[in-house]
């Protein structure tokens, strides 16, 4: 070997710093494209490019000094990745792929063409209250309105329940003009992607049927260059706030329905050829159907418990992936898994304080992102393993909130 | 939190980047004394002092940068760890602790004071093959021949099976003069380890009667501030060549036995006042007799399947012992695990290299050390955990025979 390894990560949070764990046992080196010393991958000692993920020189910069480009977030503007690509890097997941997590409008219409299930949904134009209403129908009915892109961790998604409170929503929203960025800077020679582009140029929310949701599940699945693709244990996620804040895995759901997820989130990978790990969560409906919310091509917060109960976690899985190395195994290692982030409490309390706390706890995993405590912010994560599922929970979200000083 | 915690570790191997590994989990600093960029743990994004861990100098630079001092290997002066004590620096385990694991002779006889089960031995002085000669008796039998100080990995082991290998073996003996040059060192004030010490000078060996032995196994435990003592389940240990390059682990051993074992441990963890992680090598002979081998007062290469295999891996037990903080739970999570050693090979294939060629193995977890490969040298190691324990061991074996590049 005349060089180890190297990987490039666009963006130096938690999920890159839980990268950086795996690649040290890979051999590899992580680079991590990052703002700033504090990032939590860079305190994790992941090598790092100071810069800006919006500018296409720090990502030349940092695709010019790794082996292979990958990315911990979706803020990244798609034709800065078809830039690295036409520059021959490479880059997983590839700027195509992106698009599905990128932009909800293009996910949901090219899902619709594929006869995927998705929620109703439509399109909200530069006559936003007009396109809305005229999408709930005369009578009207309760509909979530999505910013079109950049939203993560309940931001951008609220829920409309009258038709009163539309005008003030709208009128409130710090509009992003994120999509009519990425279409202003299309080049001449448009392709499908393009064309889609600037079609839906003033387009910059979408509005979709209010599902009465009877559980919310996430496949996670990694899929390599030769198009292979495994699937973690379906994964429950418990949503507070929009946030995901506690899982466990296998979800409890029926066989039948695990394996209908799986088949379609083994569709929904080989359709936007995914190299690399896919969260899609989804959504269970009262009636038994499964319908499909929103993808992240990357390690996913619904993922961490695979650290600790999966034989390969999704960190090491997808630097697999991005590497065309054989991939490691999904299967669980222990029968339950449970997760609960830990959250920035009112009081700010670092959880690294806390630790000496937690004697109650001696079989959680714990993880510390080391971040500045903010309210609301995720600060790390716990994980309980075990045989006994009724308590894992229980004992993760007590333990988490121990850590957070609550 | 005004400043992470920071804790120094003198040595920067494998067993420093992976304890880097557990130190990211907790939100800790690590910082070692390290030789060299290109050492395992700096390569793992370890904060790094470069020094020399013989130099009283580099350890104080150390330690004034750390919360506590701890170490990834035992060859250490015992003076210099002395004078950080002397200093008021937290370090863990303690000057007096760590003989044990750095003076054999010292621990034989402090072992045979307290009633320990140990192998007949005799110190071997100036009067070299005399003293032997009259360990073995007027019948001679088969020896042991052992370095005092500075052995580890087979060096510094001799099996003497004929009085006529004695002379021979003397003469080609590259003597270490360890011992001696500590003893050389002591203060004025003798206590009573300086006494022992300074009476012990001229001793470089000692010999022991060749146990015939049925098993090995090593008891790994960690104790905290507060006495408390935990162990993980016994493993049973593979040599070859004298090194440890193979395991699993729960031992296969009695129910009975293994209480023993782990009661002995119990009580020389209290005896020598550990603090942190100890590893206590036993022999088992023919007749089911528990007898100690040897101590390290660190992680150790044996437990590395406890990253794996248990809630709480062996290096963050380590860390979470020398911060005084509540000890992780040792019990295994999973039934069964195996582990073996990736060696350098003849061929000085880089395990780095060779992932792509381990899709046969998709439920090893591969643990890469970055060293450069030399034919013998430890580059890594493979472990595989399961519900059945037949095929777990030459699976790790056969892995990590593939990483080697044999």
Chains 1, 2 share one sequence.
């Not at 038709?163 to 448009?190: C, I, T, Y």
């Amino acid at each position: 070997m005349n060089k180890p390894v190297r990987v490039g990560m666009v963006g130096a949070g938690q999920l890159a710093r839980m990268t950086q764990q795996a690649a040290i046992d890979l051999g590899i080196e992580l680079v991590v494209l990052a703002k700033s010393p504090e990032d939590p991958a860079v305190l994790a000692g992941a090598k790092a490019i100071f810069g800006d993920d919006q500018d296409v020189g720090s990502l030349f910069e940092l695709a010019e000094n790794c082996d292979v480009v990958t990315f911990d977030h979706e803020l990244v503007p798609n034709e800065a990745i078809r830039a690295l690509e036409d520059s021959s890097f490479r880059v997983y997941p590839s700027s195509q792929s992106f698009m599905y997590s990128q932009d909800k409008l293009y996910a949901r219409m090219k899902f619709k063409e594929a006869g995927f299930p998705i929620p109703d949904f439509a399109a909200v134009g530069s006559d936003q209250i007009g396109d809305v209403n005229s999408f709930a129908g005369v009578t009207f009915r309760p509909l979530v309105l999505k910013s079109r892109s950049g939203g993560y961790d309940g931001r951008g998604v609220w829920v409309v329940k009258e038709v009163s409170e539309l005008r003030e929503l709208f009128s409130s929203l710090a509009v992003g003009k994120r999509a009519g960025d990425v279409a202003g800077k299309v080049k001449e020679s448009f392709g499908d992607r393009e064309r889609f582009l600037a079609e839906n140029a003033a387009v910059e929310f979408i509005v979709e049927e209010y599902i009465d949701i009877a559980k919310e599940i996430a496949i996670l699945g990694v899929r390599g260059q030769n198009g292979e693709f495994l699937t973690y244990a379906p994964i429950e996620t418990v949503q507070r706030g929009g946030i995901c804040n506690e899982l466990f895995m296998p979800a409890d759901i029926s066989p039948e329905t695990a394996t209908r997820a799986k088949e379609l989130a083994a569709k929904i990978a080989e359709h936007i050829e995914v190299v690399g790990l896919v969260a899609i969560e989804m959504f269970i409906d009262a009636s038994g159907e499964i319908l499909i919310n929103e993808l992240a091509l990357r390690p996913h917060n619904s993922g961490h418990a695979t650290i600790e109960a999966a034989y390969t976690s999704q960190f090491q899985n997808h630097l697999r992936a991005v590497l065309d190395w054989p991939l490691g195994s999904v299967e669980m290692k222990v029968p339950w898994a449970a997760m609960a982030n830990i959250l920035g409490g009112q009081g700010q309390t670092d959880p690294r304080t806390q630790i000496c706390q937690i004697s109650d706890f001696p079989s959680a995993s714990i993880h510390l992102y080391a971040k500045k405590p903010v309210p609301g912010r995720k600060l790390g994560h716990v994980t309980v393993v075990g045989g006994e599922k009724d308590l894992l929970l229980s004992k993760a979200r007590r333990c988490a909130g121990v850590l957070s000083g609550e």
